[in-house]
């Protein structure tokens, strides 16, 4: 039987979560986004994107550097993979924003790559100043950003009821350009730069 705490966060009327757009701007600043690989006409924050029809999963992200938030349900360990093999083998780069369920198979197999698709394990560094976590194995670069504030998807009036994570991903030959932060960012929050260190 689920826990109640695993109600509470699973509980909603839909798995899909549309992006808060001053988030969104806030990563795609930094990471300069080409395509949104999860997405609707009326949810997509980039121009280009695969919507529901396209099937991001069928579709090739060689090259590209995604913003993925997937839909919450059974199916987000596929979206994972999908990023995580379309860095190894083809070269992506991207950021997704999922849950912070650590304890769960898809975040040991494909955030802490569990299953050794990346090859080996090479490094590790935690960037105080920006909160984030660097893994580096042979063919794959991971950093971790567990977001101080729960999100208000959608039309919500008040937090998510669950944690949010950005997991960035990249083939070790690629990292961002350098990053510029949106000046329609509220002045309200500290909006760090969260991949000047990308290893």
């Not at 992200?61 to 995580?84: D, H, M, V």
């Not at 208000?152 to 949010?164: L, S």
């Amino acid at each position: 039987m689920a826990s109640h705490a695993h109600r509470v966060m699973t509980a909603s009327t839909t798995t899909v979560r549309q992006t808060p757009i001053e988030f969104y701007a806030w990563l795609d600043g930094q990471m300069h986004f080409t395509i949104d690989v999860c997405a609707d006409e009326k949810n997509h924050q980039h121009p280009r994107y695969y919507s529901e029809k396209d099937n991001g999963l069928l579709q090739s992200w060689e090259g590209e550097t995604f913003w993925c938030n997937p839909p919450y349900g059974l199916q987000i360990g596929s979206w994972l993979r999908k990023a995580r093999d379309s860095c190894v083998l083809d070269s992506a780069m991207g950021a997704l924003l999922v849950p912070a369920r650590v304890d769960t198979d898809w975040w040991r197999t494909f955030v802490m790559q569990a299953d050794g698709a990346a090859g080996r394990f090479r490094s590790s560094a935690y960037d105080s100043t920006t909160e984030v976590l660097w893994f580096r194995w042979e063919r794959l670069t991971i950093g971790l950003y567990h977001h101080d504030q729960r999100l208000c998807f959608d039309e919500m009036k008040t937090g998510a009821p669950f944690p949010a994570s950005v997991i960035f991903m990249g083939h070790p030959r690629r990292r961002p350009v350098k990053p510029r932060l949106d000046s329609s960012l509220p002045d309200n929050r500290e909006w760090k730069m969260l991949v000047e260190q990308w290893p």
